[in-house]
């Protein structure tokens, strides 16, 4: 059985919950993991205390949710294998800021920036921006838990697109990457996509059809500007916040510093027949 920091306390205390009955939730989950050594999950309370969090505090749910992502982490090789921030070719996806945390909205939820045309698609493969973005996520998750649980924001800026960034998307890695959010335990609660050319919809429709209709149906097109309300806006959105170069910098020095999370993580993946 766990101790609870009182930081962790008040967070539990908050939900119309019972605290003690968080903690039996809990202790049943981790009862789970150990009885299902395949699913190789973090047993710590922070984590499973996470999971159930985001899944509104339903054991069974959560069982799921544990299920999908630890099972997510080994089959996707290319994404959670060998995840040394100096890599050469993390460090210039890094540098370029394909993946940009930038803080709450007026609700509180984590707003991301996703530069969707930042790479050049002759010399980044995609699952290495997506790798680095999935990089980028987890720590965030481990660095601002309690803005997290409560959704993420996503802006998709595709300045800069061209028709080379859309071919490097074929419909199997639509698929695999629409399921890999679904599969985060924190779940987007708004897609928008801003700086978008004309024919984006025609692009689009291949992720909606791999999206449940909720998902689907927080998906929006602006062709300029964001909806999205947070003081943090960068300026490159017209906002008041750090550029998308200061925060690339920010971001990419996060990561170097924390290269043990990634040691550490990497032990954690369903064992697959």
């Not at 009955?21 to 150990?34: C, F, G, I």
């Not at 071919?167 to 928008?192: D, F, G, H, M």
Request: with cysteine.
């Amino acid at each position: 059985m766990w101790s609870r920091s009182s930081s962790s306390r008040r967070q539990v205390a908050t939900r119309e919950d019972d605290p003690e009955k968080v903690l039996q939730q809990v202790q049943e989950l981790s009862d789970w993991l150990t009885a299902n050594p395949q699913v190789n999950g973090c047993n710590s309370y922070e984590n499973l205390h996470f999971f159930l969090r985001t899944s509104k505090f339903d054991v069974e749910r959560t069982k799921k949710k544990l299920k999908t992502f630890y099972q997510m982490r080994a089959e996707r090789t290319e994404w959670f294998d060998n995840r040394d921030p100096k890599l050469p070719e993390i460090q210039e996806l890094l540098d370029l800021g394909v993946f940009l945390p930038i803080g709450a909205d007026a609700e509180q939820r984590m707003v991301v920036v996703i530069r969707t045309a930042a790479h050049d698609p002759k010399k980044h493969s995609q699952n290495n921006v997506f790798k680095t973005s999935k990089m980028i996520l987890d720590l965030l998750l481990k660095l601002e838990p309690e803005i997290c649980a409560r959704g993420m924001v996503a802006i998709l800026d595709m300045q800069g697109v061209q028709l080379g960034h859309a071919l490097q998307l074929n419909p199997k890695l639509i698929k695999r990457s629409v399921e890999s959010w679904t599969a985060y335990p924190c779940q987007p609660k708004l897609l928008e996509f801003t700086n978008a050319p004309r024919h984006v919809n025609i692009f689009l429709n291949t992720f909606r059809i791999f999206m449940t209709p909720k998902i689907r149906s927080r998906l929006f097109v602006r062709r300029e500007g964001t909806s999205v309300n947070c003081d943090q806006l960068p300026k490159d959105l017209g906002g008041q916040g750090p550029s998308y170069e200061e925060l690339a910098l920010k971001w990419k020095q996060l990561l170097e510093e924390n290269a043990d999370f990634y040691v550490e993580q990497d032990k954690y993946k369903s064992k697959l027949k």
